[in-house]
């Protein structure tokens, strides 16, 4: 046997390697934390695609030429144009062969011909029963009616003109038969019935007139409904002239073929079945060529797939997910490998949900405690690479232990233990405990094995280390969006977070967001949040719910860290309302103030990270630290983590590491 090998056509590569989900979920947290929210830092990543991946954006642009190509395609009255060109011909010969007759038959055959009514439609109604006398204007006005018939019939059932040809008895009493029983199947399906039965029996009877052999009822009635509602919008593009003489001349089409009541109940069927179909919709082609009524009926049945698939793409719409892309419509349009494209990316969304990175909780996008971990621990490494290159003395410490400064002096292991192990005097034990005080060798020459049992265990003392009560308080404020200060906030809040949680877990951390009003976030609600469209820097509130957080820990080394960028503008009115003002109302200073002061009794020192040097924000914070004590420090955004970090770490040391 021989084989030859060639390039694969058979859909995506089996053999390609599977999309990195921890290189897109990176992807995804640089995103988040430069201040997206989930839902949204997915949403980019879908539009511009990822790891080979086309994206949304290019797809949608690709559309979007198809359909400038599709809208230039031709006028949508050809049909109209082309029986007027035949009307005036078959007028001009019959005319030419009465003018020689003498006989008054002639005379009263021209003045038929005058009195002809001036619209298309009605004349070619008038000239139903009138016997021509030349067979140039016969068979003109024949090719009129054969027209007619086919254009109305093609642009109701796509590819009918080219199925039928010219229109016979026969093939009008076939295509009544057929509309009857199809609209009787339509009709069923609509009730809910089961229709599969009567589908095959339909197709066994009329699959002549379908042959790509639809294989469900649901299939038949999208294709032939999408191509009712393009009629329908050819009908309401047109001028209202327009609109009339066409409307006419297929009424009397219909009524010739004896299709007209069949037909308009079969419209009304179809919209039954598809109300979300454009049936209002107007809006067609404007090229120069003149397109037929079939042909424009295509060209707007494509153009409305297009257009429909542009949104689809789009997915700027409440509830839009990649499921809503049409996956035949869009290979119909861009080809097989856009949908496979799209597929991919569906792919690679549900894995992420599978792995468990994104959860999907009513519509809303989620990320999961294992993504926000995740984030965090990122966050955080890209502050200890921030202090080892300025040389500010911190470092990645991968293993801290739970233990402070060593004391040199050993004890036996208790349960509960989480100082460091003494691995020498563990050893020396188990080998006492065996005998001998030294283990010598067997009669085989080897060394015996040490047997370690639990009461050889022993740790090495440490100092006790000072615990740290943590409140984080960030500026939620619309400001923080404009000055584009509010992804290193979320970045830093995130970073703060995971190091307090993994690397000081005795310590208890709480993330403060203000604007209006004040709340505490959670790692999940911090990871999902954005700026707040909301008006106004309630610091007085942030500080209260500060408070409230020292006072749970006692013991603990108050640590009140505040990043800002403006000036306090609310404060909790009567009845806990926040009250907003620009500029601030002298009350708002005298509230923050207040509980800044009611800190520092406490015993808490804050410190302020200014991101803007607003000369009112500026005096602000100094008569801050004059009544509190504390620093105020002015980074740069993209440091701000850096110097947050670097604060805590010697803020939790006590109050001589500060005063050093």
């Known amino acids: 046997m021989e084989y030859r090998y060639g390039r694969w056509h058979g859909g995506p590569d089996p053999l390609a390697e599977p999309a990195d989900v921890a290189a897109t979920i990176d992807e995804l947290g640089d995103a988040v934390l430069s201040g997206d929210g989930p839902a949204e830092a997915l949403r980019a990543l879908l539009r511009r695609g990822t790891q080979g991946m086309r994206g949304l954006d290019e797809l949608r642009r690709e559309v979007r030429n198809r359909l400038r190509s599709t809208r230039r395609r031709g006028r949508m ?28 038959s002639a005379r009263l055959a021209e003045a038929q011909l005058d009195s002809l009514p001036e619209d298309t439609a009605g004349a070619v109604r008038g000239l139903t029963d009138y016997q021509f006398r030349s067979p140039e204007a016969q068979a003109a006005y024949d090719e009129i009616r054969d027209l007619l018939r086919r254009e109305v019939l093609d642009s109701s059932f796509k590819d009918m003109k080219q199925a039928l040809g010219n229109v016979t008895p ?15 199947l339509i009709d069923a399906h609509n009730r809910g019935e089961d229709t599969e039965q009567l ?33 329908q919008r050819l009908m309401n593009s047109l ?20 299709l007209a009541a069949e037909m308009s109940r079969l419209q009304q069927l179809l919209q039954q079945a598809r109300p979300d179909l454009p049936w209002d919709a107007r809006g067609g082609t404007d090229g120069r060529q003149p397109l037929g009524l079939a042909d424009a009926t295509t060209a707007l049945e494509e153009l409305a797939g297009l257009e429909s698939l542009a949104n689809q793409l789009d997915q700027n719409y409440p509830g839009a997910s990649l499921d809503d892309i ?31 990175w994104l959860n999907r909780e009513r519509g809303t996008l989620e990320l999961t405690p294992k993504a926000v971990r995740r984030l965090g621990a990122t966050a955080l490494r890209r502050v200890f690479a921030q202090l080892q290159s300025t040389g500010r003395g911190g470092h990645d410490v991968r293993d801290a ?23 020498v005097g563990t050893v020396r034990n188990a080998v006492l405990r065996g005998g001998g005080g030294h283990p010598g060798r067997t009669a085989t020459g080897r060394s015996p094995r040490v047997q370690l049992h639990v009461d050889d265990f022993s740790v090495v003392e440490t100092e006790r280390r000072t615990s740290a009560a943590v409140a984080l308080l960030v500026d939620l404020s619309y400001s923080m969006a404009l000055r584009g200060t509010w992804g290193a906030a979320k970045s830093t809040a995130m970073a703060l977070h995971s190091l307090v949680t993994t690397r000081y877990p005795q310590d208890a951390i709480e993330i403060i967001g203000f604007s209006s009003s004040a709340r505490v976030l959670s790692p999940g609600e911090l990871a999902e949040l954005s700026w707040d469209t909301l008006q106004g820097t309630n610091l007085q509130h942030g500080l209260m719910l500060a408070r409230r957080h020292l006072a749970r820990h006692p013991d603990a080394e108050p640590v009140v860290l505040v990043v800002t960028d403006g000036e306090p503008t609310a404060h909790l009115g009567p009845g806990g309302r926040p009250e907003f003002c620009w500029p601030p109302l002298p009350e708002t200073i005298a509230r923050t103030l207040a509980e800044v002061d009611r800190c520092t009794r406490s015993g808490a ?47 939790r040391r006590g109050r001589r590491a500060r005063s050093a």
């Open 77 to 104: 009255d050809g049909t109209l144009e082309q029986v007027r060109e035949l009307l005036d011909r078959a007028l001009v010969a019959e005319r030419r062969a009465l003018f020689p007759d003498p006989d008054d």
């Open 170 to 184: 026969e093939d009008v009493a076939a295509m009544r038969e057929m509309v009857s029983d199809l609209g009787d």
């Open 199 to 231: 589908l095959a029996e339909f197709l066994d009877k009329h699959g002549q007139f379908f042959p790509d052999r639809p294989s469900t009822v649901e299939e038949l009635v999208d294709s032939l409904a999408r191509r009712a509602a393009a009629q």
């Open 239 to 258: 001028t209202g002239e327009q609109r009339q003489e066409l409307a006419g001349l297929m009424s009397g089409a219909l009524d010739d073929m004896g």
């Open 326 to 356: 049409d996956q035949d419509l869009l290979a119909e349009a861009l080809g097989r490998q856009a949908a496979e494209g799209v597929e991919a990316l569906r792919r690679l969304e549900r894995e992420l949900e599978r792995q468990g």
């Open 401 to 423: 232990g739970a233990a402070g400064e060593l004391t040199g002096a050993t004890r036996e292991w208790r349960y509960g233990d989480e100082q460091p192990l003494d691995v």
């Open 605 to 651: 020192t804050i410190n302020v990270f200014l991101l803007d040097e607003e000369p009112a924000l500026v005096q602000f914070v100094a008569e801050v630290a004059r009544r509190n004590g504390g620093r105020v420090l002015t980074p740069r955004a993209d440091r701000l983590g850096e110097y947050v970090v670097s604060d805590y770490l010697r803020a």
